[in-house]
């Protein structure tokens, strides 16, 4: 008797079927939407099985805390870096990936004509594209009439300075694609959004050869992870 009470005191995983129907993942989503489920019972979904040890809950929660990053972490990892896991195989490393490049290409989907109206639309329209980047991307908005996007360039790649950043690589995009006004923007990958003197200087180069050659600059947006900020707003232009 003490030999079988070991056996099953040792075998007391719980696999994701042995759970209330309306606390297993999938079920859980259906009932009350994908909104109620947290990360790992998200992962979970993706996951589909766990290992002899962890049910897939346990196993998704193991993976997602493995980082003092949380969630975020997934996505800088490589396929062979998830295959490193105890319990996650090919199989589920490409299924993981997969989901996760869906969700940033559905976030960074671009509508033909978008029409910007304040610094959050911009926010909004760029963040995904720019908040995870390790280095400093500059970048210019062109702007037509109407304030729809036309295009947006890469001016330079790198800590930003007055030789990166040539009033002619900017204004020579813009006046070739018949751009009304400009708004300049770029990342810090600290996450921090402050400006710096550097950031300052630029912007009120820029502005001022903007005036010689007739096209506005109408803001500079600095994207974190997750904040922005706006020169126009905070009323440094």
Same mark, same amino acid.
């Given at each position: ?28 989503? /259906? ?7 947290? *990360? ?5 979904? /993706? ?7 962890? *049910? ?61 109206? *304040? ?60 751009? *009304? ?25 820029? /502005?001022?050869?903007?005036? /010689? ?25």
């Amino acid at each position: 008797m003490e030999a079988i009470w070991l056996r099953e005191s040792l075998n007391t995983n719980k696999t994701v079927k042995d759970m209330a129907l309306n606390e297993r993942p999938r079920e859980k989503m /259906i009932v009350k939407g994908e909104k109620s489920l947290s *990360n790992s019972e998200l992962l979970a979904i /993706i996951l589909r099985t766990g290992t002899k040890n962890k *049910n897939a809950i346990e196993l998704a929660s193991h993976i997602i805390n493995r980082d003092i990053q949380g969630i975020r972490h997934l996505q800088e990892m490589t396929v062979e870096e998830l295959c490193t896991i105890d319990g996650v195989g090919v199989s589920k490393a490409t299924q993981i990936k997969a989901a996760l490049e869906l969700g940033v290409r559905i976030a960074s989907y671009k509508p033909m004509k978008f029409k910007v109206t *304040n610094p959050w639309d911009i926010y909004k329209y760029y963040m995904e594209g720019l908040r995870y980047l390790k280095k400093e991307v500059f970048k210019i908005v062109l702007l037509n009439t109407k304030n729809e996007i036309i295009s947006d360039i890469d001016i330079s790649i790198g800590t930003l300075n007055s030789s990166l950043v040539h009033p002619r690589e900017v204004f020579r995009e813009a006046i070739k694609r018949s751009a *009304n006004k400009i708004i300049l923007m770029h990342n810090h990958p600290s996450g921090s959004v402050e400006p710096s003197r550097e950031d300052k200087n630029i912007t009120s180069r820029l /502005i001022e050869c903007g005036k /010689i050659v007739g096209i506005d600059i109408i803001d500079h947006i600095i994207i974190g992870d997750g904040v922005y900020f706006s020169f126009k707003e905070n009323m440094i232009i």
